[in-house]
């Protein structure tokens, strides 16, 4: 018996363009069949001085990569790939890639079932399912700006290049050699495929993004204490220690509670990782 050949993915191209393109003049959006990375590819354009506001998505990803540096890894249809690129000046960087999990998040759920969302955020930048399951994963990379026009909201402060590189499971993958047991879209939702879900997306976290811009990472806040899968378990510290998670700050960072006492934990020091289940009454 023949095969059945997979159809081609019909992208939403330029209905993103459309949403898009009024609140961010000049913005441009490409989908390639494949690359070695969305990220690394704007991040080599910025330092080229190419630093137009761009939405990059690609079908195969064949050297994408996770946060330190793990690799991504997918065929065509298995998952969204992309990486939103613009010129960005904030008063503040911290919390960032936390502001870009909880638009995503609210995009793929936005009307949370009573309780705790699905659709979760385990700090300091994957999306869980379900409190117990991957579902993607989140990379923001900065770099300065080169011959670009000062960011159109910078208010006077110095731009840089941001890139915010996306990865969601659309099809369930395999789970063999992961340590987190991995989720899909079509778990949330089995009508989303990788275009429709990349229209759902895009135009909230460009908004996003221009109000991180304008007032930081403290009003999301309260919208990722609603999501956070961490808040209440025992978790371990990459540099040793442990304690219960607490939330995070107004600048994001992941509040420990330690035998030592309260502890403020950014992502550029350690990272985290759940060590057990949910506390009594937590």
């Given amino acids: 018996m023949t095969a059945t050949a997979t159809p081609p993915l019909r992208w939403t191209a330029e209905a993103v363009w459309e949403a898009v393109t009024p609140v961010l003049p000049g913005f441009t959006v490409e989908v390639l069949p494949r690359i070695d990375s969305t990220n690394t590819e704007l991040m080599r354009r910025a330092r080229a001085g190419q630093c137009e506001p761009t939405l990059l998505v690609a079908e195969v990803q064949t050297a994408g990569r996770g946060r330190l540096g793990r690799p991504w890894h997918n065929a065509a249809g298995d998952s969204l790939m992309f990486s939103l690129g613009l010129p960005l000046a904030p008063q503040g960087w911290s ?25 979760g955020l ?17 990379l923001v990379e900065t770099a300065s700006l080169i011959g670009a026009p000062e960011a159109p909201h910078g208010m006077g402060r110095a731009a840089r290049y941001v890139v915010a590189g996306v990865g969601i499971n659309v099809r369930p993958p395999q789970a063999d050699g992961l340590s987190t047991p991995p989720g899909s879209l079509r778990d949330v939702d089995d009508r989303l495929d990788a275009p429709a879900a990349l ?18 990472f403290a009003p999301m806040q309260p919208r990722f204490q609603q999501r956070d899968v961490l808040r209440g378990r025992e978790v371990t510290l990459s540099d040793g220690g442990a304690g219960t998670a607490h939330g995070v700050a107004e600048d994001g960072a992941l509040l420990v509670l330690t035998p030592e006492g309260m502890r403020a934990v950014t992502s550029a020091e350690i990272s985290v990782r759940p060590a057990g289940q949910a506390l009594p009454g937590a």
């Fill in 122 to 138: 385990k700090w300091p930048n994957d999306l869980w399912l379900d409190d117990d399951r991957k579902l993607g994963g989140i």
């Fill in 199 to 216: 229209l759902r997306v895009v135009p909230p976290l460009v908004a996003m993004l221009q109000s991180f811009e304008a007032y930081g």
């Fill in 95 to 119: 919390g960032l890639s936390l502001a870009v999990g909880v638009s995503i998040a609210e995009s793929l759920q936005p009307v949370a079932a009573p309780g705790r969302a699905r659709v």
